[in-house]
């Protein structure tokens, strides 16, 4: 193709994804402000909705792309393609959205819905001079997370395979892989220039505006749960390192910080395991009946039965070796994740333009779907397998573990650093005594964050598929299998498959990560005010 | 004690001497923003130094220049004669806030001062720090977290941590305003009481307010700050007897004269 070609059918394309992000971001927004005010507002939905989103949010993404491809399908025939794209998309960006606006409502001071009621505002008035504006600041921080999560998922939710069914939409995803199928490797990086221009002027023109929009107007800790120390002043750094670099990382938390906060809430008020367990209850119930509408069998036993096949076609003792190998690379992920991030993030933070340039770079680096450089590990890993999946699960958990760690450290009371000097510590003690205790939650979270993503990013790394490429471990794997599942078109081995690997998440989440950050927090929490520092 | 360590000079010798500094911060929309003008003092031996000026008016900052904690655009700081280059524990600063590690017990908080300071074995830092703070009053609560303990508690150990290290000057930045009033009083005589006591460093104490009675009740010397920028607007000698009345009418007549200064 002659690069001016490329150049256009890569625009158009990028174009096309964007539109198809934008859609799904819109819906994303209105989804959680409808649900998260419901759950944040009504004691009885909150009881159901947030278990039931902890579940969802905790489900591989890929693994509800082919009932969602089937739903639609069978819905809108000439439509739901694009459709099953759009939700897919939009599964990968609405949990922390959602989480986000449930806990802006829920701390909305108790004497503003007082004088709401005295006033005797309508439902209607009250969304939209309490709740929904309430909501706004941390809903506005959590769309560039939601759009780079998007844009993760983008590749495999263009190319849609489910047994015979296959079907191709144009954009970003499906341009790469024909480019990768072509071993043309200039339209590769054509594509992937392009690709970072426009997240990178996505990022600039579109979300950093949006975040700035509410900062006038956010009062000091007033109704605000998870109000940041005020950005650091600014030096006379490159404006674009700045506003995209220091600013972003230290006023937009990770996605599932929204989600620790919200789970953390609603488990220190209602019992977690009946909760955990009414939801899990509920989304088996959902699952079945949405497998028979799909399926169209009427027979409840019959989709009962032949789930029950399908799982002795796996095998029990299958599934429980691909977890347990599933665990060890995600595991090996996340220690490789904070093997080189706490070192780099120690070493960068007291440094302001430090921060801003290696921030804007790994911004940048993040922005890439992780699918894209496969071709390129692939040639210069070839025989490696193990190996090639662990870089493919780093790449997908990495950032989440650097950008946590690097903005705990960099939220350090302003004081603490001063006694650190005043007392002239050595590095050690600092380390020690500073900056290890303020890094710990962030690192918890960043971990938490990263294991749900290395989770997700299994399918893809354990065996993937792009174009006519199968490259996979041979050594077995949940992501391996489930892969193998949706290529075959084998709905209920996935959704067995999907089931294990949500009950790990949640099982892991619940047991490990929760009880380590609280462990860790309870420590830190005794003196929360002081995080606002003074003038 | 004052004319003790005054040296054999007619003036009483200066332990921190402050020549001519400035200072201005940069802001976020990248204007400038003067907070210090100019300023020019001395810290003498023995004395309590006051300085007042209005909220906002660069105190903190100038007492972390006099720290160390900050090095000034303009002017230069001596300590007993010689540049000031850093912080050094021989000068103590106590926050606003009472800003301990939460994580770290009382003790060990006192314990963190002691730790590059000199040679001293884990056994010492122990027995140093228990000592201080049985000073202040808080003996029993060694173990206790920062989180377990009140406002005044806080500050009694954070004074605690700033005067193990037997420094000779010890600023402090509005330290009873965090504070609630009751607690302030008996914090403020024990600040008083402690001046008394021979035994007990620092020669020299520098007590930053906005609390005019506050600073009248205390020093020996006000130096009255004007607002932003801060400029030195005069200076104020106080020979009142101690403990100071705050209903006597010689203590007013002081309280006035600053207020005077001030606008």
């Avoid at chain 1, 009946?289 to 989709?303: E, F, K, P």
């Avoid at chain 2, 003008?37 to 810290?43: A, E, K, P």
């Amino acid at each position: 193709m002659e690069l001016g070609e490329t150049l256009l059918v890569s625009a158009a394309a990028i174009g096309a994804s964007w539109l198809r992000m934008g859609i799904a971001l819109t819906i994303s927004i209105i989804f959680s402000l409808a649900v998260g005010i419901l759950a944040g507002t009504n004691k009885r939905a909150e009881r159901l909705i947030i278990p039931l989103l902890d579940i969802l949010q905790s489900i591989p993404i890929l693994g509800f792309f082919p009932l969602a491809l089937y739903g639609f399908y069978s819905l809108i025939p000439f439509l739901g393609a694009e459709l099953a794209s759009i939700f897919l998309i939009f599964t990968s960006q609405v949990w922390n959205m959602t989480f986000a606006v449930y806990e802006s409502t829920r701390v909305i001071g108790s004497e503003l819905l007082e004088s709401a009621r005295s006033m005797r505002l309508t439902v209607l008035d009250r969304m939209r001079y309490i709740y929904v504006p309430a909501s706004m600041p941390r809903l506005l921080q959590n769309l560039q997370p939601s759009w780079s999560n998007g844009i993760f998922f983008l590749v495999g939710s263009e190319i849609l395979t489910f047994g015979r069914a296959d079907i191709t939409l144009f954009g970003l995803g499906s341009l790469i892989s024909d480019f990768v199928e072509a071993g043309d490797t200039r339209a590769v990086l054509t594509l992937l220039t392009l690709l970072v221009v426009a997240a990178v002027l996505t990022n600039l023109l579109v979300f950093n505006p949006l975040t700035g929009l509410t900062e006038r107007r956010r009062s000091k800790g007033r109704g605000q749960v998870g109000s940041h120390p005020s950005p650091p002043a600014r030096g006379i750094v490159g404006w674009i390192s700045l506003r995209s670099g220091v600013q972003v990382m230290s006023k937009i938390p990770h996605p599932n910080i929204e989600l620790h906060k919200a789970i953390a809430g609603i488990t220190r008020r209602v019992s977690t395991h009946w909760s955990l367990l009414r939801g899990l209850v509920f989304f088996a119930l959902t699952a079945l009946v949405s497998v028979a509408a799909i399926s169209r069998t009427a027979d409840l036993g019959q989709v009962l039965n032949d789930l029950a096949v399908a799982l002795l076609e796996i095998g029990p003792l299958n599934l429980l070796m691909a977890t347990l190998y599933s665990l060890l690379r995600v595991t090996a992920g996340v220690l490789a994740s904070i093997a080189w991030s706490l070192p780099v993030a120690l070493l960068i933070f007291r440094s302001r333009r430090g921060s801003a340039a290696v921030t804007t770079a790994f911004q940048i680096a993040a922005s890439i779907p992780v699918t894209i450089l496969y071709p390129v590990i692939s040639s210069v890993l070839p025989s490696a397998d193990e190996l090639r999946a662990l870089v493919l699960v780093l790449m997908a958990t990495q950032w989440y573990v650097f950008f946590q760690v690097l903005g705990g450290l960099r939220n350090i009371p302003p004081e603490e650093l001063e006694i650190a000097e005043m007392y002239r510590l050595s590095y050690l003690d600092r380390l020690r005594y500073l900056y290890l205790w303020r890094a710990m939650p962030a690192l918890v979270t960043g971990c938490v964050v990263a294991a749900g993503g290395a989770w997700n990013a299994l399918v893809i790394a354990e065996r993937i598929v792009l174009g006519n490429i199968r490259e996979e471990v041979s050594a077995p794997g949940l992501g391996k299998l489930l892969s193998i599942m949706v290529e075959k078109g084998d709905l209920y081995s996935i959704i067995i498959i999907v089931l294990v690997m949500a009950a790990v998440i949640v099982g892991l989440n619940r047991g490990l990560w929760k009880r380590l950050y609280d462990l860790v927090v309870s420590r830190l929490r005794t003196e929360d005010v002081k995080e606002h520092g003074y003038a | 004690m004052l004319e003790a360590e005054s040296g054999g000079g007619m003036a009483p010798e200066a332990i921190i001497s402050a020549k001519n500094i400035s200072h201005s911060y940069r802001t976020r929309r990248g204007g400038v923003l003067e907070v210090i003008r100019d300023i020019s003092l001395d810290v003498r031996y023995g004395e309590f130094l006051g300085i007042v000026g209005s909220s906002g008016s660069g105190k903190t900052t100038l007492l972390k220049i006099l720290a160390g904690l900050i090095k000034p655009d303009k002017g230069v700081v001596l300590y007993k004669n010689k540049p000031l280059d850093g912080p050094t524990p021989s000068i103590s600063l106590v926050f606003q806030l009472p800003a301990l590690f939460p994580w770290l017990t009382v003790l060990e908080n006192v314990m963190l001062a002691l730790r590059s300071v000199d040679k001293l074995s884990n056994d010492e830092m122990i027995n140093r720090s228990r000592a201080f703070l049985d000073m202040v009053g808080l003996s029993g609560f060694e173990s206790a977290y920062p989180g377990e303990l009140s406002g005044g508690m806080k500050q009694r150990a954070v004074l605690a941590r700033a005067l193990v290290t037997n420094p000779d000057v010890l600023l402090m930045d509005e330290p009873f305003s965090s504070v609630d009033p009751l607690t302030a009083v008996s914090l403020r005589r024990e600040v008083d009481m402690m001046r008394l006591s021979e035994t007990i460093p620092p020669s020299s104490v520098v007590l930053v307010s906005h609390n005019v009675e506050e600073i009248v009740e205390l020093s020996d010397r006000v130096i009255v700050l004007t607002s932003r920028p801060a400029r030195i607007a005069g200076e104020l000698e106080i020979p009142m007897q101690r403990p100071r009345d705050r209903r006597s009418g010689e203590f007013y007549d002081y309280v006035d004269k600053i207020f005077t200064l001030m606008s």
